[in-house]
Nanobody, 121 residues
Framework: QVQLVESGGALVQAGESLKLSCVSS????????MAWYRQAPGMERELVAS????????NYTESVKGRFTISRDNFKNMVYLQMDRLELEDTAIYFC??????????????WGRGTVVLVSS
């Protein structure tokens, strides 16, 4: 059963914008930290952005600061990633992630299957 489903990936030109969406169909995300990860060809998966349950705190990897914005709508069970001024290096499969902290050292994570973003020159 797929619990997180991403959408919005596309082929775009450098400098353009794109908005990714993630919907939770099996559980309510309000108690989870939500995040977007990406994996470029030949590279390891990296954390792009994360947002706390209350929406009061968001974090971004240095390469996307000022260009990407993560947001969430707990009532709709949706998470978004607005990507502006896309660069060639942003090309990757983008994954939605939900994390529930069990205790100070452990957590449970749920992953989507990914959506492809291809940025061309």
């Amino acid at each position: 059963q797929v619990q997180l489903v991403e959408s919005g990936g596309a082929l775009v030109q450098a400098g353009e914008s794109l908005k990714l969406s993630c919907v939770s169909s099996k559980f309510n995300i309000r108690t989870y930290i939500m995040a977007w990860y990406r994996q470029a060809p030949g590279m390891e998966r990296e954390l792009v952005a994360s947002i706390r349950q209350s929406e009061s705190s968001a974090n971004y990897t240095e390469s996307v600061k000022g260009r990407f914005t993560i947001s969430r709508d707990n009532f709709k069970n949706m998470v978004y990633l607005q990507m502006d001024r896309l660069e060639l290096e942003d090309t990757a499969i983008y994954f939605c992630n939900a994390r529930l902290e069990v205790d100070s050292t452990r957590s449970v994570q749920v992953w989507g299957r990914g959506t492809v973003v291809l940025v061309s020159s």
